[in-house]
């Protein structure tokens, strides 16, 4: 006994070599702690630069200038028969109106080149909105009101600091003529900027200060709703049937990996086979939510194989041998208890599956959905977009105003995409069962 | 016997029972060497050790109850385990019997030592030796687990009872000739008595070591030799 | 293989019960590990019979083989002749559905579903059909919660969670749950394994009480369990079943070198 005692105190827990050994221990893991640290610093920086950028650049698309103008609503232009026939006010030429309205406000420009210039202060859409309040109110007709009309794209880049006054005339965008104009309507008061409403109700167009995202989200929507519905069930299935009811063989784990591997296919391939099935062969519509839908539930069904299995195979044996133990047949045991037990988990997973299509891009440009459309889709075989090839297309358009759309549109999308892992997480908290 | 116990302390504690059986039987032996011999040598002094000896062999037995009690309770033992307690606990019960008898004896020499010496003696210490061998081989069965060394120890006692019987007849006869040894012949006969005892004994413990090895009590009945009980000299029967 | 078979079956069991599951030669194989190997048994009726051994003994598979639980393990494969009251229930004429609801099984760990402590015990009752009515049902569900001694404790929260209640009375709620489909027989894989000492004790009077009207086969790693409940005992060591007889000859006096070494703690 006591010889242990000494040896202990000479060469155990409290020799000199293990006080160094133990000082080299803890030295060994601050550093391994700060090494971690640092990585984790790293990676917030670069998401917090990104999110910046982005924010920075594309807040502004969620704001519009608008120009004020006394419109005078004259019969002559809109209805010049006095009939007030609808199909005659909607073929009205509404862009005389803003045209004159600007000519009262500046009587002293004269040629066709400046009254050119004086008049793209003004969006080239601003007619539908006037076309749009008579049809609403023909009473306005002979009458002269103060509306506020969508800026062109220029003056509204000049507006947001866009375009440097300072610059050399030459060099930039906005002349000094236009600067002088819109010096004398921001002298009165009229210029003002507010919320970009049609961002989120427009579909796409050329002109920026009128492209709005809502056709992709609609597009978005339709395609996601085909790729769950596809995918979903024959996810949920194939995993069911593999965990449960499938032997374990050679062939069931050939297929086990291959349903691995597939889920590491690049989504472009899954293009091209759509492209290859539902166009070439199937002949659906091209650029269809349909067909993208399709498309996105052969690259989502891996993913969402993967989570269903792994949530099932976390359902304790104990419960599927409880059941069975009761008489319950396997199919019993598989959809009274293992199913709504691992629900949740499958659930996460495809929501994960499906934000994941929600941001996939290639797959779609290879069946052909990034075309431009203008129009916002009515339905799964309407010519549609969606939000992430919206956000390729504007990022491609030479204006200088689709830059703050294209950072608009990502910040669209990534909401989405918060939303809907949000959910996912709240659904996992919720049902989070211990065992 | 098996390998030892996977929980080493217990095979350790089972031994020191086993051990403490052996001690204890030894010492009992000896408390009967020494009392015959007491006899044989009219040595009183020897008597009162022997009397004095008997309460080592009451701690012991106290000390092998505290033993199997601790192991019923801390142990559980069951199968052979089981038995080698239980049988512990009725051996020494048995083994302080034995040694109780002795100190009777002892007492009874000082007794005898008050009067002259008779002469059916002799008889006591042929009988002492028999059955302190029988003490010597149910301890060698008991320390070997040698079942049929103790079944041969068992089947002894008979002839302990018959030699118990003829010095029986030989005393009844002595006092009847001669009625002033009456008191010594009496304490003669209780001496003798109590050896027979001490032989039973040796059965039971015979019996309890066949059991504690095989699991098993010896089937057939139990040899009887001592019909003193039933016994009368001829002359007084009518 | 053979003399062994005999052997047990000489020294079966007393017949005052009457058997009634018979098991002769039975041979088990996962994949190519011979897992149990020539067993043979008789179970009497209304006993509970403890089955002892080692881990990896083949005893929990010789359970699993009485219900065809083996069935679901893929590779498993299974020999031999298991009489249920003279049917082979691997013969043609036997549906293993069927023969789970007759021979019930409680296992190691309690398991209920993660459902309220009525459906736990109306589960069994609802898929097999036997409850014409609600009040049936909930007369089904109060007798199994009486008979498993769990209906004192639970008759004011018949509808909260299974899973919220202690280990013991979620081993009882499980007994319960499998009395309800009234099995003829109940298989019990280590049942207080996870327990407590009292609620051991409390599962163990339940067994006690419950051979009354069941046939108990209870595999346990503690031999005092088996000592303290069972009529008789059966010993496996290394896939084969060593020694069979009385609980009280078995933990007395064993006649097998290897159970009198097991039982003793001196292998294992």
Request: charged share 25%.
């Amino acid at each position: 006994m006591t010889d242990q005692v000494q040896e202990a105190a000479g060469n155990g827990w409290q020799s000199e070599k293990f006080i160094k050994n133990l000082a080299k221990r803890k030295r060994a893991e601050r550093r391994f702690r700060l090494t971690g640290l640092l990585a984790i610093l790293t990676a917030l920086t670069l998401l917090g630069i990104l999110l910046f950028s982005i924010v920075s650049k594309g807040h502004s698309a969620f704001i519009q200038t608008t120009i004020t103008l006394d419109i005078t609503f004259a019969e002559s232009v809109i209805d010049p028969n006095g009939n007030r026939d609808a199909a005659e006010l909607r073929g009205a030429n509404y862009a005389k109106l803003v045209q004159d309205a600007l000519r009262e406000k500046f009587p002293d420009v004269k040629g066709r080149r400046d009254l050119r210039k004086l008049f793209s202060l003004i969006s080239n859409d601003a007619d539908s909105a006037l076309r749009e309040m008579v049809e609403n109110d023909p009473d306005l007709i002979g009458k002269t009101v103060p509306v506020a009309l969508v800026a062109g794209d220029d003056v509204d880049m000049l507006k947001k600091g866009y375009i440097d006054r300072s610059l050399a005339e030459d060099d930039r965008r906005v002349k000094d003529q236009e600067l002088a104009w819109l010096d004398v309507l921001e002298a009165e008061g009229d210029i003002e900027t507010r919320f970009n409403s049609g961002f989120f109700t427009n579909g796409d167009s050329r002109e920026p200060e009128k492209a709005g995202i809502a056709g992709a989200m609609v597009g978005s929507f339709y395609t996601l709703i085909v790729t769950m519905l596809i995918s979903f069930p024959i996810g949920v299935m194939t995993a069911i049937y593999l965990e449960e009811f499938a032997t374990k063989n050679k062939l069931t784990d050939l297929i086990e990996v291959n349903i691995n591997n597939l889920a590491a296919v690049p989504s472009i391939v899954f293009g091209l086979l759509g492209l290859a099935i539902f166009l070439n062969f199937a002949h659906l519509p091209r650029s269809a939510p349909i067909v993208g839908g399709l498309t996105l539930a052969l690259m989502t069904l891996p993913t969402i194989i993967i989570a269903a299995r792994a949530a099932i195979r976390a359902v304790p044996d104990s419960i599927r041998q409880a059941a069975l133990g009761l008489g319950a047949s396997n199919q019993q045991a598989a959809f009274h208890h293992i199913l709504p037990l691992s629900m949740p988990g499958i659930l996460t997973g495809t929501i994960i599956g499906l934000s994941q299509a929600l941001g996939e891009t290639a797959p779609l440009l290879m069946i052909g959905m990034v075309a431009f459309i203008a129009d916002i889709p009515g339905g799964f075989s309407d010519p549609a977009t969606v939000m992430p090839v919206q956000i390729f297309l504007w990022a491609d358009s030479p204006e200088r105003a689709f830059v703050e759309k294209t950072s608009g549109a990502i910040m669209v999308l990534l909401g989405f995409l918060i939303i809907m892992n949000a959910f996912a997480i709240v659904l996992r908290k919720k049902f989070e069962r211990r065992w | 016997m098996n390998s030892g116990h996977i929980v080493k302390s217990f095979d350790e504690e089972l031994e020191e029972v086993r051990n403490t059986i052996v001690e204890m039987g030894g010492l009992a032996e000896t408390q009967l060497e020494a009392a015959v011999r007491s006899l044989t040598e009219r040595n009183t002094e020897l008597a009162l050790k022997t009397i004095e000896g008997d309460k080592a062999v009451d701690e012991l037995e106290l000390a092998i109850d505290n033993m199997s009690i601790r192991l019923l309770a801390l142990r559980n033992p069951v199968a052979d385990d089981l038995r080698l307690v239980i049988s512990a606990l009725k051996i020494a019960s048995l083994l302080e019997r034995v040694a109780d008898y002795a100190a009777n004896i002892s007492k009874r020499v000082i007794a005898l030592n008050t009067a002259p010496t008779i002469a059916p003696i002799s008889s006591i210490p042929r009988m002492g030796e028999m059955v302190r061998r029988m003490i010597d081989d149910t301890l060698k069965a008991y320390t070997n687990g040698d079942s049929d060394l103790a079944y041969d120890v068992w089947k002894r006692d008979q002839d302990v009872d018959q030699l118990y019987n003829s010095m029986f007849r030989e005393l009844l006869t002595f006092m009847m000739e001669d009625p002033r040894s009456i008191t010594s012949c009496t304490h003669l006969i209780f001496m003798a008595k109590n050896i027979e005892r001490i032989g039973d004994h040796m059965t039971n413990i015979a019996e309890i070591i066949i059991y504690q090895v095989t699991g098993e009590m010896p089937k057939e009945p139990r040899p009887k030799g001592d019909k003193t009980s039933v016994t009368m000299i001829d002359n007084e029967t009518p | 293989m053979l003399t062994q078979a005999e052997a047990n079956v000489e020294n079966g069991p007393d017949t005052g019960n009457g058997v009634i599951i018979s098991t002769r030669d039975v041979n088990v194989y996962y994949g190519d590990n011979h897992a149990l190997q020539g067993v043979s048994l008789d179970i009497n009726k209304h006993q509970v019979t403890s089955l002892i051994g080692p881990s990896g003994c083949g005893k929990s598979t010789y359970l699993r083989c009485l219900n065809r639980m083996n069935d679901t393990v893929d590779s498993c494969r299974v020999t031999g002749e298991i009489l249920l009251d003279g049917v082979d229930i691997y013969g043609p004429s036997v549906d293993e559905v069927l023969l789970r609801a007759r021979v019930g099984m409680v296992f190691q760990k309690p398991n209920p579903f993660p459902k309220s402590i009525y459906d736990n015990v109306a589960y069994g009752p609802r898929i097999h059909g036997l409850a014409d009515n609600k009040d049936d049902l909930d007369e089904m569900v109060l007798t199994s919660l009486e008979k498993a001694g769990l209906i004192k404790e639970v008759q004011d929260r018949l509808h909260s969670s299974g899973t919220g209640l202690s280990g013991g009375q979620q081993q009882r709620l499980c007994i319960a749950r499998a009395l309800a489909v009234r099995p003829d027989i109940i298989l019990m894989d280590e049942p207080c394994s996870a327990l407590d000492p009292i609620a051991t004790a409390k599962v163990e009077e339940l067994i006690d009480e419950l051979k009354e009207n069941y046939t108990i086969i209870i595999v346990t790693h503690s031999m005092q369990q088996a000592a303290r409940i069972s009529q008789r005992t059966a010993f496996f060591h290394l896939g084969e079943i060593v020694e069979t007889g009385d609980t009280e000859k078995l933990f007395t006096s064993p006649s097998d070198k290897r159970t009198q070494g097991y039982i003793t703690g001196r292998f294992g």
